[in-house]
């Protein structure tokens, strides 16, 4: 794969971003460096210094854009509107096409402070770069559509937070994604009443994110923004993962899961689970996600109305509860290596083993290795709930190279409980010890393998 870059935003119009200098930093440490995502977009070959050119000065590559731009957007934060929001501590850096031909951006976070940085510094720690790290990885590993993080690099610089120790160190984060449009930067333009500017946002991101097959319309875009976005939240709910902050502004019309804060990995599957210590009601809950979704492209509809008649858009939103069902139990079975079999049937077998998972308060990564791996290989599975779960999986068919993989004859699974993510940087901030992280990151890359 050759480099192959793109300008593709440009399209947009100058009214949709505002061009940024990055900030100066006064070390360069590269932290972590994704070769594999390099591979698919041609940047493999890079040396370490061309690298930290790119991904911590920031030096335009030729062909893609000129300078950074900080791209507008609003966005319904816990469901109170926030007109002044906007890429605060990240910029647009680069885009190019993937070796599927897909637009894909390279955005930033911790790259400095922009016309949206309002009090922020426009700065990230070094612990939330690790953090983003271990969340795409595992989420990729397992299947979820997700951002990934390509590059980290720390900064030297000592910065203050009010929710972890201080001072702390600071980093820089470039992630891979496939596109930054989020429903925020709809809402923007419907809330500033720029129609012009709406219908050029549908084309591009018809041409550009959802490939062009959907038509070139206000409803087509959101029955793909809604099948995409359920499918995503569907493959979370999966992984047992709670992203935290679903706000308007975080969920990207490509529907790829990226923005990674106080998420967690459930240690029991629990409805009411949340990520964020500040979600006090639970907005964000587990079991609320989907929900949030749903509820966030209603907004999507509403801000789609400056340029479409209501009509049209009503059978996306209807629709999503029934597009997430099925995706859901698709999920669900390719963690078990089991193949669908109907629908009545699968929805009976999830049912089952949610409330046997629930009732029994067991570990969800440990309930799908241990029943992928031979189904009840640990005494506890022959009993209670699990019969039912036993009964409804009997007539689904296993993937023939579900158990290919020796990790499925490991002794546990691999998981990303918070407290293994606290040990890891833990190891980090007291020692510089990157020994853990790395091992982690090889053996989550590992697991995913055994998915695949």
């Avoid at 957007?73 to 816990?78: K, L, P, S, V």
């Avoid at 990230?124 to 989420?139: I, Q």
């Avoid at 470039?174 to 333009?189: C, D, K, N």
């Avoid at 709910?237 to 990207?252: C, K, R, S, W």
Wanted: contains cysteine.
């Amino acid at each position: 794969m050759e480099w192959s870059p793109a300008r593709a935003i440009e399209e947009l119009g100058a009214g949709f971003y505002d061009p940024v200098a990055p900030a100066r930093f006064p070390e360069a440490r590269l932290r972590f460096r994704n070769r594999r995502a390099a591979a698919e977009v041609g940047l493999v070959g890079l040396s370490e210094r061309d690298w930290l050119c790119r991904f911590w000065a920031f030096e335009p590559f030729a062909g893609s854009l000129p300078q950074p731009l900080a791209l507008r957007y609003h966005g319904h934060q816990f469901r109170v509107y926030n007109p002044d929001i906007g890429d605060g501590r990240g910029f647009l850096y680069a885009q190019c096409r993937d070796a599927a031909g897909r637009l894909m951006d390279f955005g930033t976070k911790g790259s400095g402070q922009t016309p949206y940085s309002r009090f922020g510094d426009g700065r990230l720690t070094l612990k939330g770069a690790v953090r983003e790290v271990l969340a795409t990885e595992m989420l990729e590993s397992l299947g979820v559509p997700t951002s990934r993080t390509f590059s980290v690099v720390e900064t030297g610089e000592a910065l203050d937070r009010n929710d972890e120790p201080s001072p702390t160190r600071s980093a820089v984060l470039t992630r891979l994604s496939h596109g930054h449009i989020r429903i925020g930067t709809f809402q923007r333009l419907a809330a500033l009443g720029e129609d012009a500017d709406m219908r050029r946002l549908v084309s591009y991101v018809r041409a550009h994110l959802h490939g062009g097959s959907w038509g070139d319309t206000p409803a087509a875009l959101l029955a793909a923004t809604a099948a995409a976005c359920a499918e995503t939240v569907a493959r979370q709910m999966a992984a047992g993962f709670v992203h935290g902050v679903l706000n308007t502004d975080n969920i990207n019309v490509t529907g790829e899961s990226f923005d990674y804060g106080p998420w967690r990995f459930l240690p029991a599957w629990e409805p009411g689970f949340t990520a964020a210590y500040f979600d006090h009601a639970g907005l964000y809950a587990f079991a609320r996600q989907p929900e949030a979704v749903q509820w966030s492209l209603l907004q999507l509809g509403r801000a789609l109305r400056l340029v479409s008649e209501a009509e049209p858009l009503v059978p996306a939103i209807n629709g999503f509860g029934a597009l997430y069902e099925a995706a859901f139990a698709r999920a669900m079975l390719w963690r078990l290596g089991l193949r669908p079999r109907g629908k009545a049937e699968d929805l009976a077998a999830v049912q089952a083993l949610e409330q046997a998972m629930a009732a029994s308060g067991a570990q969800p990564d440990r309930v799908f290795f241990d029943w992928r791996g031979g189904a009840a290989r640990r005494p506890g599975y022959d009993a209670g709930e699990w019969t039912a779960v036993a009964r409804a999986l009997e007539g689904h068919e296993r993937e023939p190279d579900a158990l290919a993989h020796d990790y499925w004859r490991a002794e546990a699974p691999e998981t990303m409980l918070i407290g293994e993510a606290e040990r890891i940087w833990a190891a980090i901030a007291e020692h510089d010890d990157w020994e853990r992280f790395e091992a982690k990151i090889a053996a989550v890359r590992r697991m995913g393998e055994a998915h695949a």
